[in-house]
């Protein structure tokens, strides 16, 4: 059964008429993008909005039919918080032409979301990652010397961490480390896959993978436990157990989103509306570097957002 409708609205309707906004997510990991682009909408005004909201809906097949139902519920424009997401409602949208914003997809190049960044020249912008990858597994590799092998598991068929993959590989390539590469299928899979790992794996690093990051807080007391230094993809990872991110903040993302979604419903087309880099920094898990035993420079220390004991 499908989750019920969430309606919320704007400003009053006697400022005009709301505006539709649908949201569409397969993972509840990314509801911090949510609440970010409901916050710069309200900073920066614009129009009435009123937004459906279906709830998180990981089955792909009920993801597309709920894309198909906010564009059958008249929604002006789809916020969506996943490549997965985004893919679905640029199908769904095709034939009334309604734009979707995403915050974030990766690499929508690749994924087939639009045909360039400058001018995405189609029906959807919004903001993206992937490239902050190579940095990401550099910082890693600096906090813990030595490692000649990172663990990396990836939601198999899943579009996002499919597009960063080739960049860690090109990446470990260049920094002398091998990945080995592991792909899950949900929860259970994952799970039985951490308990396989050799007891010499000494680092993890999880891509922009929004089906294994929804389960952030139970792979970083895996990681503890198991003496493994682990990368999330965003800080709220780090924020929940893992040693360090070097990428976006979700919260962060839904607000760059905010702006590029006013220019979409003061009538600006989605293919004028250049594609955004997300805003990226180090973050360090001070209490996780604790625990591993690592020495960390002062000078990384300066460089970060910390999140201390």
């Known amino acids: 059964m499908a989750a019920p ?3 919320l609205r704007g400003e009053p309707e006697a400022a005009g008429r709301p505006r539709v906004v649908g949201v569409l997510t397969n993972a509840a990991v990314a509801l911090p993008a949510y609440e970010g682009f409901r916050a710069g909408l309200a900073e920066l005004g614009g129009p009435p909005v009123s937004f459906l909201f279906g709830g998180v809906i990981p089955d792909d097949a009920a993801l597309a039919a709920e894309a198909r139902r906010l564009v059958a519920g008249g929604a002006d424009l789809i916020l969506t918080l996943t490549t997965r997401a985004a ?15 995403f915050a974030p997809a990766s690499n929508p190049l690749r994924t087939g979301l639009t045909q360039s960044l400058r001018r995405p020249g189609g029906n959807a912008t919004g903001v993206t990652f992937g490239r902050q990858e190579a940095r990401r597994l550099e910082w890693l590799l600096r906090l813990v010397p030595g490692t000649e092998s990172v663990y990396v598991p990836y ?3 899943d579009p996002s961490p499919l597009a960063s993959l080739p960049v860690l590989r090109e990446a470990a390539k260049t920094l002398g480390v091998s990945l080995t590469e592991e792909a899950v299928d949900g929860w259970d899979g994952l799970r039985a896959a951490l308990a396989r790992l050799p007891a010499s794996t000494r680092a993890m690093l999880v891509p922009a993978d929004p089906g294994i990051a929804s389960h952030s807080r139970e792979i ?11 990368s999330m993809p965003h800080r709220e990872g780090v924020e929940q157990g893992a040693l360090m991110s070097y990428g976006f903040t979700l919260y962060g993302l839904g607000r760059q989103a905010a702006r590029q979604a006013l220019l979409v419903l003061s009538g600006v087309p989605p293919a004028e509306i250049p594609v955004e880099l997300a805003e990226f920094s180090l973050s360090l898990n001070l209490e996780a570097a604790h625990r591993l035993g690592l020495d960390i420079s002062p000078l990384m220390l300066r460089q970060a957002h910390v999140v201390a004991p």
């Open 5 to 7: 409708v969430l309606l």
């Open 87 to 101: 893919l679905a409602a640029l199908e769904a949208g095709r034939e009334r032409g309604v734009p979707v914003v």
């Open 155 to 157: 939601t198999r068929g």
């Open 220 to 230: 970083a007391a895996f990681a503890t436990e198991h003496g493994i230094a682990l």
